[in-house]
Structures are given as structure tokens and as C-alpha cells.
């Protein structure tokens, strides 16, 4: 289950031990709303493995410049609190879930 998170949730799930996928999107954004049911889908995939976040640069502004989100949707992929890999832009269900697969 995607959780939608604020700066402060965000670092305490990246401090939890587990992969971390976040989904740094708006709600204006077409290619954002297009992922988003993809993004879920496999975070019930992969629950358990890894925590699925998102969240609204508009809301988290100082989230989305910390970590250099120029455009979106952009998924980070964080292991040990820090940044290893992005997907950006709307990519199909199988290549989302490749990444996923590469990060875990």
C-alpha cells in the first residue's frame, strides 16, 4: 500500500531499514495520475520487501529540491536512507517493475 507522506514521515520511513520507492508527483500532472495506479498495484506486489511513498512536490517543496526533481513523475529508489537509482517520467507497469526488481 502507497503511503502519501510528508517531509517528516519521508525521513523516518527512509531511516526504517527497508528499499524505499517514492513517487515524487502533483496532482496536475497527466503522467503522474497515469503511474499512480501502477505504482499501487505493485506496492502490493512487493509488500513486505520494500516501502511505497508519495509524495506532492507542490506540497513538499523542500522534499523535491533536496533531491533535485526537475520534472515528474520521478521514482527515487533509496536504500539505507540515500538515493541509488530513478525511474522518470511515465514508463509501462513491466519497466516500473523492473526497476523495482534492479533496487530491491
Same mark, same amino acid.
Not at 523542500?62 to 537509482?85: C, H, T, W
Given at each position: 500500500?502507497? $503511503?502519501?507522506?510528508? /517531509?517528516? &514521515?519521508? &525521513?523516518?520511513?527512509?531511516?526504517? #531499514? $527497508? ?10 500532472? %497527466?503522467?503522474? !495520475?497515469?503511474? #499512480? ?7 502490493? /506486489?512487493?509488500? %513486505? /520487501?520494500?516501502?511505497?511513498? $508519495?509524495?506532492?512536490?507542490?506540497? &513538499?517543496?523542500?522534499?523535491?529540491? $533536496?533531491? !533535485? ?9 533509496? /536504500? %539505507? #536512507? ?6 522518470? %517520467? ?11 526488481? &534492479?533496487?530491491?
Amino acid at each position: 500500500m502507497v $503511503k502519501h507522506v510528508t /517531509k517528516n &514521515e519521508f &525521513e523516518e520511513i527512509l531511516n526504517a #531499514g $527497508k528499499p524505499v520507492f517514492c513517487d515524487f508527483w502533483a496532482s496536475w500532472c %497527466g503522467p503522474c !495520475r497515469m503511474l #499512480g495506479p501502477v505504482f499501487e498495484e505493485l506496492s502490493e /506486489k512487493y509488500e %513486505g /520487501k520494500a516501502e511505497f511513498v $508519495k509524495v506532492n512536490v507542490d506540497e &513538499e517543496e523542500e522534499l523535491a529540491m $533536496k533531491y !533535485r526533481i526537475s520534472s515528474i513523475p520521478n521514482v527515487i529508489a533509496f /536504500k %539505507g #536512507g540515500q538515493p541509488v537509482d530513478s525511474s522518470l %517520467g511515465f514508463v509501462p507497469a513491466s519497466a516500473l517493475e523492473q526497476f523495482i526488481e &534492479e533496487n530491491l
